[in-house]
């Protein structure tokens, strides 16, 4: 029987979240991309460890804590070429 998980029902619920689910290819593309891992090693360093606090609760509806890293981080050149080049590779 598998588990009935908030987080990723939030996430279905979002059209572009939904339609990556749908493509794993696409997925982890995106995942494996050098702008994701950028500005995950950024969104970390800025987090002070709350990241994953941060995401969870934007999962669940909160997006606060997660828009002001996101925010911060995009202050950044670094971290602002991050994010374009993401939107870059999500706008079809």
Avoid: C, I, R
């Avoid at 979002?14 to 997925?27: F, I, N, T, V």
């Avoid at 602002?80 to 706008?91: H, N, S």
């Amino acid at each position: 029987m598998s588990k009935h998980d908030p987080d990723l029902d939030a996430l279905k619920k979002d059209p572009q979240a939904a339609q990556l689910l749908k493509d794993p290819g696409a997925l982890k593309s995106l995942l494996s991309a050098p702008e994701t891992q950028k500005l995950m090693n950024l969104l970390n360093q800025s987090a002070g460890g709350s990241l994953q606090d941060a995401a969870h609760a934007a999962a669940k509806g909160k997006p606060d804590a997660l828009m002001g890293l996101l925010s911060q981080v995009m202050q950044s050149k670094e971290g602002a070429q991050a994010v374009e080049g993401l939107q870059k590779k999500t706008t079809k």
